[in-house]
């Protein structure tokens, strides 16, 4: 264990906290997790006091467990899996250190949100390729560490897509930048030469940043990220569309990325997408849901700096001809749902309202990732799986994004549960671990495993564990960064 | 020309491997890639044209010697020249030429294969590449009405060729073209007995000198019979009449055709008029001597300019396989009332060889089956009921892969559909 | 130094006697041709592999590698086997997989396509055309595997829509240096191809980066790639005779220009403009002397279109090709590229807007053909250096450097003039780009060699290292990744620690890549 006055040397006593009531907020989150108090919160200021942490860390064997977002935390990799842990929180680093338009990147510390860094990039003329609706306090960085779906597919043409370099401090105490920032140069030298750390992969014949990113903090810890930005539309025309055939929906969603036609482009089912456009008003959310589809599709067309009501205007014919040929209908509103008003709500800044904790209501997500021919069936099953463990399945909200440029389907079940309901709550707490037990053997293939699900889907592939223990040797040889996690 | 005159060309190899493939424009799938059987059966890099530029390099320089190995690898490639047409897509070096010496020169230094030392023992005794007696050459003509050019005056001549003279099931190939030729109004004669192997074979197969001496002596005939056309239904023979003879300074003014292309010509002219139907799905396959070999050759003396692009003085014009001899065999069947052409995959300058050449039916039967099987299976994929091809060398060929594997696939030469629809 | 016999028989064992050869003519022929000339007549050769081996599948790969360990031999593996396959020691056997050739699934709606190493991309991109589909090809030529593990970099002339093997490849199955096998992703999960990523960390970061190991990690046995929408015909209407094959029409929707401009800023204004307006389906930066090779069918066709393109450029230029999903998009897409045109005062190369030349130029920049045109057919022999995977104009920056340095051989006689424009490329619609400068020449002697790849190399490495231009992707070995790393957040150390943690009996012949030395 470190002792508390060689942290108050690094960080400052004012980062370094053992108030109980701090070390219990980090204790447990919104998972099912088993809970377990760290020693110590600290709260490094920059890459130094990272850096001198980790290494102090190496010295004592002390874990140290990374975490960059605000509560509430909902998939436990944030709390220790060991006792006697140090979390480092990291959301204090607010820096955004760049945005850079021309080469269409932002460069930024992991205590910046969403939040923060929307306007940021805004003003260049930039945006992100965000997530779903994120929470007010998520890490951007932590949201590309973690490999969140975002919600533009055209673009991303990797899984690890919008993530490019990162500088991380690894188990080992050294501090090593990934891609292009890697080097040969400082990054004032680089930027100096022209770079800005837009290439993710190498330098060489590897590339770090894959093997940081899902890894949950146990590689090493994080002190900035820099990700590719996309340019902001001139003109934007969103659409919706609703059908009680997922499969129909499937099949315009394949079509319309595979063309490249839209920009943001997700399916959800009634729940999600009442959930989300109510607000936490239980007579709003009833009405809507009552009003909608089972699915429905949103996808948003959009036109830049040449033409762009040209570009619009054909786009959106194309995919009406699209539309028809399937047997489906875009339009502007659904069940009391605005096309407009749903794009505003998921490209702004994020508020106070989050959908995950709509108004007395907890949530638990189990997601998976998988082609497109199991998609629908993988859903029947869950519903299948989940009625059949007696969760009330019209609580179940359920978020298709299709990621990889359509190669790929995150699919995800969004177990909404009343916080106050003990039974409905053991009933989700089982479910996240019997469900995924079953779906796997169905063909879901569950990439980001949290949790107590995390060692069955380790454990599905030795080979790939030892593997990954062999990187976790060359990176952390003292199992120091969040122990427990994954299969470490 | 020597190997060593070609060392240049097979140092500029890039080692890209684009000799075992067909001319990347024309894949239209992942099945019928390959073009080269040599490599195709054999796997190793050293079967492949490029290999064979390495070893040849290597034998230069005395890094390899000679050995059953040499041998077993210099003489299991048909000398289809596949090879040599996909490399000149892009590259501007002879790889067929430097095979042809290397095997030259293995005859020469006296390293030979017992099998074809014997077929050239044939051919200095009996006159012939194929296992027969001379006295039993013109036997396939017994019953025709045609003059023997080597005892008249013959300004069109017909070469049955020594695989058709020593194979009876082909006698009716030589038999329908003389009769065509005859109803069409041409004076053909023939050489029956006193026909000479042409030599192609041997030169295919490195015995220089034997194909020299076959070439003075059938020139000698020729000229004598005052022919100003040679006709002839065997690829192989086309090819040594009209591409090797003339390398060799011996063809003069000979006009030499293939019989498709000669009797395109005289359908054309209206001589010859396919009115009957003939109700056959048929594929064709390009022979490699009449298609890619085919193409007329190109005489150069001069140098190499020295500098950093390769160019000669005077400008060189490399044979690529462009002016094969592709469309008249087609013409010809288009020309036949009821007849369907289903193409294969791999046609014209990058068609898959039948198996038959190098010497390779002789020296590996089991190879030269192995090559006709992958053929007949590409041609029943185009669902025809027929291949059809223009030389007696690859008929024999797929007609002994079809009788071991059972295939209904029917046999023909270009020239029996003929007879049939005229 | 032959194989011990217990040695031999063990491998014979594993492919069988007639797919395993030491016979002097078989591993003779997999050198690379030596020229006297460039050795200078001595009697130094690059050594021989000692065997060559044709394993058939995986279970064969897997068991030689085990046996390279128990021997203490080492191996290396390649497919098709153009560059970068040769060992530098004694002691070390070939793994040729000529025989692992299959394409085992393609699967349209989650558009990815899965092969073995001998599969060329000119086969996988037939096949992914009757289909509606598209791959990026190795920008070396679709004769090359369509393994995105295989090539050097697998950057190509789709790179623009169609990424990189970084970035396209999903699933993948590896031997490692120790003999295990590991399937990355969903392929180790449930048996499924889509992902190569996780669970967790994603081990895609251990197998390559911009560049791949070259050989020295393992064997990659079979991957799966991303591939693309295709809105063309499924066979391309080809006609004509080899040299000179072209589509007898341009398919609807499609279109294809040379574009050159007075100065590399405006080219690079041009690949800006072009890339965030998403109308390029093709932009590769070729320059004058490259679409003259192209187009060529002899060396002396090339001298004559090169002299009569270089009368036609300004400048520095690029091919751009539009493929469009519909006549709409196509409209709307030539009309952009017209006004990007005009803002950035380009000219159009006549030969390509030339029924004649144009539909031929299309077509070969999409099956891939012209590379070996375009290096190699002047003298058989080339060189020149190149960049790493970064930003487009950081890239072209760079390799301008070099092109001045290439002025100077020219001068001198050392190789051949054909002008001293880079290539570039744009990759991503211009989220990223590569450039090159390529040279051809015919060395007379190894002095001629080191005056000029010598003296290339040099000034490439210190450029990239003074100027901060990243790590370029000739970067390989031991030599140069100690030169590099240190620079560049001592990557080399890390790099070094794959290798010795997933090849410790260092079997994975890897001067192409880095040994495991202390």
């Known amino acids: 264990m470190i002792e508390e006055g060689k942290l108050a040397e690094v960080v400052g006593s004012s980062n370094v906290s053992r108030d109980p009531a701090t070390l219990n907020e980090y204790s447990r989150d919104m998972s099912f997790v088993n809970t377990i108090k760290p020693a110590y919160v600290v709260k490094p200021r920059n890459t130094d006091d990272v850096k001198k942490i980790v290494n102090l860390a190496k010295e004592t064997l002390t874990p140290l467990v990374p975490v960059s977002s605000g509560p509430p935390h909902l998939h436990g990799d944030t709390v220790p899996g060991t006792g006697g842990a140090i979390v480092v929180d990291l959301s204090g680093m607010k820096k955004i250190i760049r945005v850079d338009r021309e080469n269409r990147v932002a460069m930024f510390e992991p205590g910046v949100t969403f939040g923060e860094l929307i306007p940021a990039v805004t003003r260049e003329g930039l945006r992100l390729n965000m997530p779903l609706l994120p929470r007010k306090s998520k890490s951007v960085v932590g949201s590309l560490l973690e490999r969140e779906p975002v919600i533009m597919p055209k673009y991303h043409w990797d899984i690890a897509d919008p993530l490019n370099c990162v500088e991380v401090i690894f188990g080992t105490g050294d501090m090593f930048r990934t891609g292009a920032a890697a080097g040969p140069g400082t990054l004032e030298e680089q930027w100096a030469a022209g770079g800005a750390q837009v290439e993710a992969a190498g330098p060489s014949s590897a590339s770090w940043y894959r093997v940081i990113q899902g890894a949950q903090g146990t590689m090493g810890i994080v002190t900035w990220a820099s990700a590719r930005c996309e340019i902001l539309p001139s003109l934007e025309e969103p659409f919706l569309v609703g059908s009680s055939e997922l499969d129909r929906i499937m099949e315009m969603v394949h079509w319309l990325i595979r063309l490249r036609l839209p920009n943001e482009c997700f399916i959800l089912n009634s729940t999600a997408l009442a959930t989300i456009t109510a607000k936490a008003q239980p007579e709003v959310y009833t009405k809507i849901k009552q009003a909608l589809p089972a699915w429905i599709l949103f996808f948003n067309v959009a036109g830049y700096d040449y033409f762009p009501e040209d570009r619009v205007k054909g786009q959106v014919l194309d995919i009406k001809e699209l539309s028809q040929r399937i047997g489906l209908e875009p339009v502007t509103s659904l069940g009391g749902v605005s096309a407009l008003e749903l794009l505003k709500t998921v490209q702004a800044p994020p508020g106070e309202f989050y959908w995950k904790q709509p108004g007395g209501w907890n949530c638990q997500d189990i997601f998976f990732i998988s082609n497109f021919q199991r998609v629908s069936e993988l859903i029947k099953a869950m519903y299948d799986i989940a009625a059949g463990a007696g969760y009330t399945t019209s609580n179940m909200g359920v978020y298709v994004q299709p990621i990889v440029q359509g190669v790929n389907y995150h699919v995800e079940f969004d177990m909404f549960y009343p916080s106050q309901n003990r039974g409905e709550l053991e009933v989700v707490k089982k479910l996240s671990v019997d469900a995924v037990r079953q779906l796997i053997d169905k063909g879901a293939f569950f990439s980001r495993p949290y949790g107590e699900a995390a060692p069955i889907i380790m454990n599905r592939d030795a080979a790939t564990v030892a593997a990954l223990k062999k990187v976790k040797m060359i990176l952390d040889p003292g199992n120091i960064m969040n122990p427990g996690k994954l299969c470490f | ?422 | ?518």
């Open chain 3, 1 to 518: 130094m032959a194989l011990k016999r217990e040695v031999y028989r063990a491998l014979e064992d594993v492919v069988g006697p007639e797919n395993i050869s030491e016979d002097p003519v078989v591993i003779e022929s997999y050198s690379f041709p030596i020229r006297k000339a460039t050795t200078g007549g001595k009697d130094a050769y690059l050594p021989r592999f000692e065997a060559i081996t044709l394993p058939k599948d995986t279970a064969e790969v897997q068991a030689i590698v085990k046996l390279c360990n128990k021997y203490k031999i080492q191996f290396k593996a390649s497919s098709t086997g153009w560059l970068y396959c040769d060992p530098t020691g004694p002691g070390c056997i070939k793994m040729d997989l000529r025989r692992m050739n299959r394409i085992l699934e393609i699967n349209e709606k989650s558009m990815y396509a899965v092969v073995e190493p001998y599969v060329i991309y000119a086969q996988l991109q037939a096949e992914l055309m009757k289909r509606g589909l598209n791959c990026n090809i190795t920008g070396a030529g679709s004769n090359c595997s369509a393994l995105p593990l295989a090539a050097h970099v697998n950057l190509g002339h789709l790179s623009q829509t169609g990424s990189y093997g970084e970035r396209n490849l999903l699933a993948l199955e590896w031997v490692t240096g120790d003999g295990e096998i590991i399937r990355f992703g969903s392929l180790g999960s449930i048996g499924e191809w889509f992902c190569g990523d996780g669970p967790g960390p994603s081990l895609r970061g251990i197998i390559r980066g911009n560049t791949v190991p070259l050989g020295g990690l393992g064997v990659f046995t079979k991957a799966a790639q991303k591939v693309y929408h295709w809105p063309g015909p499924a066979t391309f209407p080809i006609e004509g005779v080899s040299p000179r094959y072209a589509p007898s029409y341009i398919p609807p929707g499609f279109m294809i220009r040379y574009l050159s401009f007075a100065s590399i800023d405006k080219l690079i204004e041009a690949v800006r403009k072009i890339g965030e307006s998403e109308i390029g389906f093709e932009l590769m930066g070729f320059n004058a002397a490259m679409m003259a090779s192209n187009a060529a069918t002899s060396n002396e066709e090339d001298i004559k279109y090169f002299k009569q393109f270089s009368a036609q450029v300004q400048g520095p230029g690029f091919m751009v090709m539009i493929a469009a999903t519909s006549p709409r998009d196509f409209e709307y897409k030539k009309k952009v590229l017209e006004k990007i045109m005009e803002e950035t005062g380009a000219w159009s190369l006549k030969a390509v807007e030339d029924p004649e030349l144009g539909p031929g130029f299309l077509w070969r920049f999409i099956r891939t053909v012209g590379s070996i045109r375009e290096t190699s057919r002047a003298t058989g022999w080339g060189g020149g250096t190149v960049g790493g995977t970064d930003l487009f104009p950081l890239m072209t920056k760079y390799i301008l450097h070099t092109s001045y340095l290439k002025e100077d051989l020219i001068k001198r006689g050392l190789i051949l003039d054909d002008a001293l424009y880079p290539f570039v490329q744009s990759i991503e619609h211009g989220h990223t780009g590569h450039g090159e400068i390529l040279i051809r020449y015919s060395p007379s002697s190894p002095d001629h060699i080191a005056n000029v790849q010598g003296v290339l190399n040099r000034e490439a490495n210190k450029t990239a290292i003074e100027g901060h231009f990243g790590v370029p992707h000739h970067v390989w070995s031991d030599e140069l990744h100690g030169m590099y790393g240190p620079h560049t957040s001592n990557y080399h150390l890390w790099l070094r620690k794959i290798k010795k943690t997933f090849d410790p009996n260092q079997v994975s012949e890897s001067s192409n890549y880095i040994t495991a030395k202390e």
């Open chain 2, 1 to 422: 020309m020597s190997l060593e005159d070609y060392r240049r060309d097979m140092e500029t190899c890039r080692r890209c491997s684009t000799c075992k493939f067909i001319p990347l424009e024309k894949v239209t799938g992942y099945e019928h890639v390959n073009v080269c059987p040599s490599i195709a059966r054999y796997n190793f890099h050293t079967y492949s044209a490029g290999g064979r530029m390495v070893f040849g390099v290597a034998f230069l320089e005395k890094r390899v010697d000679y050995s059953a190995k040499l041998l077993e690898v210099v003489y299991n490639c048909q000398m289809c020249g596949a090879c040599d047409v996909s490399c000149k897509y892009s590259m501007d070096m002879e790889v067929l030429e430097p095979l042809y010496e290397f095997r030259i020169r293995c005859v020469e230094d006296g390293h030979t294969i017992p099998v074809l030392d014997r077929l050239i023992n044939s051919l200095r005794k009996q006159g012939t590449m194929i296992p027969g007696a001379k006295t039993k050459r013109g036997q396939w003509a017994e019953g025709l009405e045609v003059k023997d050019f080597t005892k008249q005056e013959t300004e069109v001549i017909f070469h049955a060729g020594c695989r058709t003279c020593y194979d009876k099931a082909l006698w009716k190939v030589a038999k329908a073209t003389v009769s065509l030729l005859q109803r069409a109004g041409v004076a053909v004669g023939i050489g029956g007995e006193n026909e000479l192997c042409c030599g192609g074979r041997a030169y295919q197969t490195g015995y220089k000198e034997d194909f020299l001496r076959q070439s003075q002596q059938n020139m000698a005939l020729f000229k004598k019979a005052g022919a100003k056309t040679l006709v002839t239904g065997c690829a192989d023979c086309y090819h040594a009449f009209k591409v090797l003879y003339d390398k060799f300074g011996m063809k003069g003014d000979l006009e030499v055709l293939h019989t498709t292309e000669y009797l395109a010509r005289l359908i054309k002219e209206g001589k010859l008029k396919p009115r009957k139907k003939v109700a056959i799905n048929a594929t064709y396959h390009d022979p490699c001597h009449l298609g890619r070999l085919g193409e007329p050759y190109l005489h150069w003396e001069g140098k190499e300019i020295p500098g950093h692009i390769r160019i000669f003085d005077p400008p060189k014009e490399f044979r690529r396989g462009t002016y094969g001899v592709y469309e008249p065999p087609r013409e010809v069947l288009r020309s036949i009332p009821g007849l369907k052409l289903f193409e294969m995959d791999r046609i014209k300058e990058y068609a898959w060889c039948c198996g038959a050449g190098g010497g390779v039916r002789e020296t590996n039967p089991e190879f030269a089956q192995w090559t006709a099987q992958e053929r007949i299976t590409e041609a029943r994929q185009t669902g025809a009921e027929a291949l059809v091809t223009a030389c007696p060398g690859c008929e024999r060929s797929f007609s002994d892969a079809i009788k071991e594997n059972g295939s209904r696939l029917k046999v023909y030469d270009i020239v029996e559909l003929l007879e049939k629809a005229v």
